[in-house]
T-cell receptor, first 110, second 113 residues
Framework: GEDVEQSLFLSVREGDSSVINCTYT??????LYWYKQEPGAGLQLLTYIFSNMDMKQDQRLTVLLNKKDKHLSLRIADTQTGDSAIYFC??????????FGGGTRVLVKP | GAGVSQSPSNKVTEKGKDVELRCDPI?????LYWYRQRLGQGLEFLIYFQGNSAPDKSGLPSDRFSAERTGESVSTLTIQRTQQEDSAVYLCASSSFTYYEQYFGPGTRLTVT
């Protein structure tokens, strides 16, 4: 079945850039997503990329997609302490179920 | 409110009891999803409703789990004869059929003692 893999943990200093990586197996995925989950809070959609794109930039967030290698990354520029959270990569299609990775815990140190 | 709501927010139950979890999707959203998130893990898909189509039940872990949805409104997820391994946060999401974003509710934290 479909699978999405992420690294477990990332530590970064405030002001530096963070890069979170993800690999997926379902080549039929039309959308790839990044969700953020803060302690005790629900899932918040941060950004998404359509599978025929290779890059999307949204303020401090840059998503890169290598469709050939099925590799997705999220870069957060000028990381702030408020960016400390768990980040989930997910693959799917509009109006269909999502397959989530296990999440990457990002810790931002002052 | 305009968001997805779930109730109860927390549920503690004894092993062997049945529980019902409720989800109110965003009005007008034809698709409704249930996911489970075990402690420290990602989300596992459970079941998906799309309009009047037969639900996709491929993620339900056992026949103790079932879900219903009335039209395009409320859904209930029922877990019979709960086990300790059912302890998790159960998340509901809704979306329109053609829209890319699934809107998540706050979840129900289920603890089976």
């Amino acid at each position: 079945g479909e699978d999405v893999e992420q690294s477990l943990f990332l530590s970064v200093r405030e002001g530096d850039s963070s890069v979170i990586n993800c690999t997926y197996t379902d080549s039929s995925s039309t959308y790839l997503y990044w969700y953020k989950q803060e302690p005790g809070a629900g899932l918040q959609l941060l950004t998404y990329i359509f599978s025929n794109m290779d890059m999307k930039q949204d303020q401090r967030l840059t998503v890169l997609l290598n469709k050939k290698d099925k590799h997705l990354s999220l870069r957060i520029a000028d990381t702030q302490t408020g960016d400390s959270a768990i980040y989930f990569c997910a693959s799917g299609a509009a109006g269909n179920k999502l397959t989530f990775g296990g999440g990457t815990r990002v810790l931002v140190k002052p | 409110g305009a968001g997805v709501s779930q109730s109860p927010s927390n549920k503690v139950t004894e092993k062997g009891k049945d529980v019902e979890l409720r989800c109110d999707p965003i009005s007008g959203h034809t698709a409704l999803y249930w996911y489970r998130q075990r402690l420290g893990q990602g989300l596992e898909f459970l079941i998906y409703f799309q309009g009047n189509s037969a639900p996709d039940k491929s993620g339900l872990p056992s026949d103790r789990f079932s879900a219903e949805r009335t039209g395009e409104s409320v859904s209930t997820l029922t877990i019979q004869r709960t086990q300790q391994e059912d302890s998790a946060v159960y998340l509901c999401a809704s979306s329109s059929f053609t829209y890319y974003e699934q809107y998540f509710g706050p979840g129900t934290r289920l603890t089976v003692t």
